[in-house]
């Protein structure tokens, strides 16, 4: 038995929905005029008959494929139900939905504690992500810090449980973290990196639940900062994020843009990894 493409197979579904008059030929139309007797070719378009609507739809049947299309929130799992359909075909994407998380301290869901190894995060659904009772929210810019944050040892969590979000990348949406973000009560702290596109995604968290930018000691910054690297990201978005951060209203994105003025460079987040603990200063 011939397998059909994920378009042949909409057209198809189409036919029996819709029960169009004709199609222009071409494509699908085409194809299953010319292999399958469905529609008959006049020119530039293929007429249709309730009978092709009927034929259409013991094709999808015979075929192993849902005569109508599966729901928009359809699971691999549904999908995999009809035999002649691949589970990734129409489903909702495997990482759609998801936050990956960390915590410190002691959190908690729905009753139970919550907890995370060294090195280790889970990936939670929205609602799960703003239902975490903590204290703190900390969002952090960067995979790769986020997953050693115990390496970065300055850090003072001021002794609060704390629920650590990762932003999101082309894997995680960026979307969906948000909406964790502004579904949860707990202030919100935020790391990113020390540049000026980092404070301008710090300036777009919830303003009214923005607590703290957590950053090494200034001096430190100020240290770190005098590389190639760092005037190199300065340079390079200073003029798609100048004018926003100078209308920054939040005392300590006002306070770090003005420092980073100052110095006109930046540092990133994986350069904090070296930092001194406050415990050495």
């Given at each position: 038995?011939?397998?059909f493409?994920t378009h042949?197979?909409?057209f198809?579904?189409?036919?029996?929905?819709?029960?169009?008059?004709?199609?222009?030929t071409?494509?699908?139309a085409?194809y299953f005029s010319?292999?399958?007797?469905l529609?008959?070719?006049?020119?530039?378009v293929?007429i249709?008959?309730?009978?092709?609507?009927?034929m259409?739809?013991k094709?999808?049947?015979?075929?192993?494929?849902?005569?109508f299309?599966?729901a928009?929130?359809?699971?691999?799992?549904?999908?995999?139900?009809f035999?002649?359909m691949?589970e990734?075909?129409?489903?909702?994407?495997?990482?759609?939905?998801?936050?990956a998380?960390?915590?410190v301290g002691?959190c908690s869901?729905?009753?139970?504690d919550v907890?995370?190894?060294?090195g280790?995060?889970?990936?939670?659904?929205v609602?799960?992500?703003?239902s975490?009772?903590?204290?703190?929210l900390?969002?952090?810019?960067?995979l790769?810090?986020?997953r050693q944050?115990?390496?970065?040892?300055w850090?003072?969590?001021?002794h609060?449980?704390?629920?650590?979000?990762?932003?999101?990348?082309?894997r995680l949406?960026?979307?969906?973290?948000?909406?964790?973000?502004?579904?949860?009560?707990?202030?919100i702290w935020?790391?990113f990196?020390?540049?000026?596109a980092?404070?301008m995604?710090?300036n777009?968290?919830?303003?009214e639940?923005?607590e703290?930018?957590v950053?090494?000691?200034t001096?430190?910054?100020?240290?770190a900062?005098?590389a190639?690297?760092?005037?190199?990201?300065?340079?390079?978005?200073?003029?798609?994020?100048?004018?926003?951060?100078?209308?920054?209203?939040h005392?300590d994105?006002f306070g770090a843009?003005?420092?980073m003025r100052?110095?006109?460079?930046?540092?990133?987040?994986?350069?904090?990894i070296?930092?001194?603990?406050a415990?050495?200063?």
């Open positions: 038995m011939s397998t493409t042949q197979t909409q198809l579904r189409r036919l029996v929905s819709e029960r169009p008059a004709e199609r222009r071409g494509g699908a085409s010319q292999h399958f007797s529609g008959t070719s006049v020119g530039q293929v249709y008959s309730e009978s092709h609507f009927r259409a739809e094709l999808l049947v015979a075929h192993d494929l849902p005569v299309a599966p928009a929130d359809s699971s691999r799992a549904d999908i995999a139900a035999g002649g691949s990734k075909d129409l489903s909702t994407k495997p990482h759609a939905d998801s936050v998380v960390r915590f002691r869901l729905d009753g139970a907890a995370t190894p060294p280790a995060y889970l990936v939670m659904a609602a799960d992500v703003s975490v009772q903590c204290d703190r900390l969002v952090v810019e960067n790769e810090t986020f944050l115990e390496r970065y040892r850090i003072d969590y001021r609060q449980s704390v629920l650590v979000v990762f932003r999101g990348d082309p949406s960026v979307g969906d973290a948000l909406l964790a973000i502004q579904g949860s009560p707990a202030p935020a790391f990196d020390f540049d000026p980092g404070l995604m710090a777009a968290l919830p303003s639940r923005l703290r930018l950053l090494p000691p001096g430190w910054l100020e240290v900062a005098d190639a690297r760092g005037r190199q990201l300065f340079a390079d978005q200073l003029p798609g994020c100048g004018a926003a951060l100078d209308a920054a209203v005392p994105i843009w003005s420092l100052r110095l006109r460079s930046g540092v990133t987040q994986e350069r904090m070296s930092a001194p603990s415990d050495t200063v």
